[in-house]
């Protein structure tokens, strides 16, 4: 159960795009399309920002999305607004009933 | 609405034991996956643990053999007993319910978080 590589920081101006990258292995993120991603701002509880890798839940902007290739998923925010500065997450299942996520990766909008 | 809500957080030496609680509503505890997230200061989160719908448990390696996850279905709250607690055990532990449609797609609900701190 090790956690997943995350940056541990990525930076953009408003209106750019950015690409925050989750790492694992063959036995969770490469194994299944169960890959959720998470945003928290300070002091506050994780949001619920991506499932399966790349599906949205319902309220979340499609300035958000995911993808994943091979051990790697991948979250893209475009457009960024001041209110994405947050640190994000990376959850994958990792088999047996066991999920893992990665160190996290705090956005800064400039 | 859907809301989650922990309490039982608190100081408790290095050795001892702490029982948190995760009280929910809007859904049923008993007819979801729910776990525990925790959160150590200045540190990222770390899946605990899950109950399913089925009773089923299951434990980071970390926390097996110390922590145990329990519901009482009639006041539709979840628990999490923590035994032989440690330093590292020190976090703001978080309650989440899983999505579901066949499979556990992600934690679309959470509560605000109690704070457990295991000092002497």
């Known amino acids: 159960q090790s956690a997943l590589t995350q940056p541990a920081s990525v930076s953009g101006s408003p209106g750019q795009s950015i690409t925050i990258s989750c790492t694992g292995t063959?036995?969770?993120?490469?194994?299944?399309?169960?890959v959720s991603w998470y945003q928290q701002h300070p002091g506050k509880a994780p949001k619920f920002m991506i499932y399966?890798?790349?599906k949205r839940p319902s309220g979340i902007s499609n300035r958000f999305s995911g993808s994943k290739s091979g051990n790697t998923a991948s979250l893209t925010i475009s457009g960024l607004q001041a209110e994405d500065e947050a640190e994000y997450y990376c959850?994958?299942?990792?088999?047996?009933?066991?999920?893992?996520f990665g160190g996290g990766t705090r956005l800064t909008v400039l | 609405e859907v809301q989650l809500v922990e309490s039982g957080g608190g100081l408790i030496q290095p050795g001892g034991s702490l029982r948190l609680s995760c009280a929910a509503s809007g859904f049923t505890v008993s007819g979801n996956y729910v776990s525990w997230v925790r959160q150590a200061p200045g540190k990222g989160l770390e899946w605990v643990s899950i109950i399913y719908n089925n009773g089923n448990t299951y434990y980071a390696d970390s926390v097996k053999g110390r922590f145990t996850i329990s519901r009482d279905n009639s006041k539709n709250t979840l628990f999490l007993q923590m035994n032989s607690l440690r330093a590292e055990d020190t976090a703001v532990y978080y309650c989440?319910?899983?999505?579901?449609?066949?499979?556990?797609?992600?934690?679309?609900?959470w509560g605000q978080g109690t704070t457990v701190t295991v000092s002497s």
């Open positions: 399966e890798g790349s």
């Open positions: 989440a319910r899983w999505q579901w449609q066949g499979r556990a797609q992600g934690m679309d609900v």
């Open positions: 959850c994958s299942y990792a088999g047996s009933s066991t999920w893992v």
């Open positions: 063959s036995s969770d993120v490469g194994s299944y399309n169960l």
